[in-house]
């Protein structure tokens, strides 16, 4: 039975061109079905690449830019949240930060047996406890570090872990409105028997064990939240990805039972991918561990060696004073640009009635001492004058994602504030120009 | 409602707490049933831990040792696949794979908006072409080369691109036994209603769509495989993970519709986690592509950019004379030792009664030009006198991977033959002693 059967080999392979046919269109129906039943919920991640392959251009490219103006001409991707702000910053720093590896390293799958997470390396569990402490924004004692590749493999982690195999019903997994898009379409990819996305419903069992989603600063609004839904049977999943000192004033070390942060959005490599998840009960973390080595064998030892330097780093400029002298600290970097671009978007949206932003609460930031107002890395933009707001600014070759994929409506969108400062410039060239009534 | 809530906020975190309680039971419970209801299926990839913790040592890490012959008293651990052996030949190649990472790199999550695999980085896709072409083991042409967090994501991603989502049934998944181990783990582990592991079976419709994984050379026991099941729905995946000249003699360039590699088992280089599919339908390479987007948004960069400079040295020491005559080429050295641990381990089985293996085909490799019979990772291992070779082994301080785990008897174990050289020696001087009927 397990020799190849080269004898029916013409056959098979006649038959198997002839399943290609009948997958392929069951795919597609399959495929509309699904649009047509829940299309606010079929968005690509990598959404408007039918906008760029017609004549557009990816706003990540350096490489493909056109000469200096060609950009007013071209749609700007404000999508996704690629944080190529901060690419300049780590050029800055030149080769502080530079690591080498050599030929030999990353052959085991292993890191560490000694620890529930034995896909951990060591070095990067240590930096993250480092900067946690230096920050002050998570509790790290009487954790569990559970590394992922990114905090989107953890997010599925969590998931796995708290939702029983032999329950009768999928767990309900809710969120207040708006709620990060890539929720509800990681929860039912593959319409799991385990858990199912409910996103901001009241009509489920708050007394039986359900998951809530607490997203704070949330994506996309940029709000501070608690938990909402206070049911007996809620199980609370903190999403603190944009919980550091250039977003938000750090307001007291977040202590929550599970929290979720990502390299992406604390150090901009999102090339990395690279999460990790602070976890205080060990039989959780354990099931976490157990899906990341189910569904992915362990997180690459070199993006874990890679992100512990840049970490190491970091926290070395505000701790050793000769490093500090040299260059301009990350996080200082990092406050100042996010403010000086949310006051270049609060400006020139309060000169016209065209659009408006929401009020974000502001308070003293333990880490900096400095006061602000939360400047998260994505604007919640809301159309005063047009109901499909998504339509309308790429009528102007603004690409953003729309509200409806939030879980709210389509008077709003989500539009990236930490992408390249060019593209960021034209886009407020772009509002402005809006907002006055001129054709871009 | 987006709003912290402060006032209930310890009613929350006593309700909160008390349901972790239940939780925690009801996951107990889960697991429990889990473990009676389907038992061999609920293995740990990193199986033997309660073993190693409890005074074992894991054979992986080489800065756990202790002193020269203290190896004698100690588990040696054979359960998984971790690809050790390969370390010491890529320490021998020095500095020549090195990679120096800047920490401006891996910021976006883009590669290449251009291809399919947008997250795929240019110079990992042409070091893997360069391989295939010049090992002749793999058709590239007219392919998407899809890369993922090691094969066992792109597995996933097989799944999710194959089975339609609004299909009533989910689609059988068949394998002849004895198959990977992690293959049923993998399918049924979130309970998905697009797919259903069925293993070895018979009871099912194979006019209508199934998945059919053909591994070859399969893990676990070596053979060389073709599709079993030949039925009129049968869609074929190639796990072709261990369709290299260190293992099998490549006759012919792979020329299947859907093919999976790994660096894991080519280089060696497990800690990457990294893999490639090379697929012919460009819808399907589509969904799988958007399957990685959604599970993990990408794969490492870093890991990318280290194996691409790593197969670019193979390839080169093939292609380049200087470049061949520094020392031993990658292939020839990993085809020499796969080759002398076969032929220790057939000559200790072969002279006692207690085990058998299986016979393997051989053949020319047009590749290395030897003929050879395969010599795979792993040795399927048949107990002769004992109906329970695993537990038996394991008296004997050899961990391995029961039969049961692969679809097939306690009567086999997979025993992995790529750890490191002392890890192998031991496990031969154990089996001498058993065969010689000696307490080891």
Redesign the interface.
């Given at each position: 039975?397990?020799?190849?059967?080269?004898g029916?080999?013409n056959q098979?392979a006649l038959?198997?061109a002839?399943?290609?046919l009948?997958?392929?269109v069951?795919?597609?129906?399959?495929?509309l079905?699904?649009l047509i039943?829940d299309g606010n919920l079929r968005i690509?991640?990598?959404g408007q690449?039918n906008v760029?392959d017609n004549g557009g251009r990816?706003s990540?490219?350096a490489a493909e830019r056109k000469p200096d103006g060609q950009i007013q001409n071209e749609y700007i991707n404000l999508d996704?949240g690629?944080?190529?702000m901060?690419?300049s910053y780590?050029?800055q720093?030149g080769?502080?930060?530079?690591?080498?590896?050599?030929?030999?390293?990353?052959?085991?799958?292993?890191?560490d047996?000694k620890t529930v997470c034995?896909f951990l390396e060591p070095g990067f569990a240590n930096a993250v406890t480092r900067l946690h402490k230096l920050v002050g924004n998570a509790e790290t004692g009487n954790r569990h570090i559970v590394v992922g590749?990114?905090s989107?493999?953890l997010f599925?982690a969590v998931l796995?872990?708290?939702c029983?195999?032999?329950?009768p019903e999928p767990m309900s997994i809710v969120s207040?409105a708006p709620f990060y898009s890539?929720y509800p379409?990681?929860t039912d990819?593959?319409?799991?028997?385990?858990y199912k996305w409910r996103g901001e419903v009241d009509d489920f069992n708050k007394e039986a064990?359900y998951i809530e989603l607490v997203t704070?600063p949330?994506n996309p609004?940029g709000?501070?939240?608690?938990?909402?839904f206070?049911g007996?049977?809620?199980?609370?999943v903190h999403d603190v990805a944009y919980y550091w000192p250039q977003y938000t004033p750090i307001s007291s070390r977040a202590d929550h039972?599970i929290m979720l942060f990502t390299l992406?959005k604390s150090t901009?490599?999102?090339?990395?991918?690279?999460g990790w998840a602070l976890v205080k009960?060990e039989?959780i973390a354990k099931?976490m561990v157990?899906?990341v080595?189910?569904?992915?064998?362990?997180?690459?030892?070199?993006?874990q060696v890679?992100a512990a330097?840049?970490l190491d780093?970091i926290s070395d400029s505000y701790e050793d004073s000769k490093a500090s002298n040299e260059s301009k600290r990350f996080f200082d970097y990092a406050q100042e640009e996010m403010a000086k671009r949310w006051s270049q978007l609060r400006e020139v949206v309060n000169k016209g009635q065209a659009f408006s932003l929401p009020v974000l609460p502001a308070g003293e930031c333990n880490f900096s001492h400095h006061t602000f107002a939360t400047q998260p890395a994505f604007a919640w933009l809301k159309c005063e004058q047009v109901d499909d707001c998504e339509s309308f600014l790429k009528t102007h070759k603004i690409l953003t994602r729309g509200g409806v994929h939030f879980g709210s409506t389509k008077k709003y969108v989500r539009a990236s504030l930490i992408g390249r400062e060019e593209d960021y410039n034209e886009f407020i060239r772009r509002l402005s120009l809006i907002n006055s009534g001129e054709s871009p």
């Open positions: 039975m397990a020799n190849s059967k080269s029916v080999k098979t038959l198997a002839g399943h290609w009948i997958l392929s069951a795919i597609n129906v399959g495929l079905l699904k039943h690509d991640w990598y690449q760029q990816h990540s490219y996704h690629d944080p190529t901060y690419q780590w050029k720093m080769d502080r930060t530079d690591v080498v590896i050599s030929g030999w390293q990353s052959v085991s799958y292993f890191s047996t034995w590749t990114g989107t493999q599925q796995y872990a708290l029983p195999y032999d329950a207040a890539s379409l990681i990819c593959l319409k799991s028997g385990l064990p704070s949330n609004d709000s501070i939240r608690g938990a909402v206070n007996s049977g809620q199980i609370l039972d992406s901009g490599h999102a090339g990395m991918r690279l009960d039989a099931k157990k899906f080595e189910i569904s992915s064998i362990g997180v690459s030892k070199d993006s890679r330097k840049i780093v």
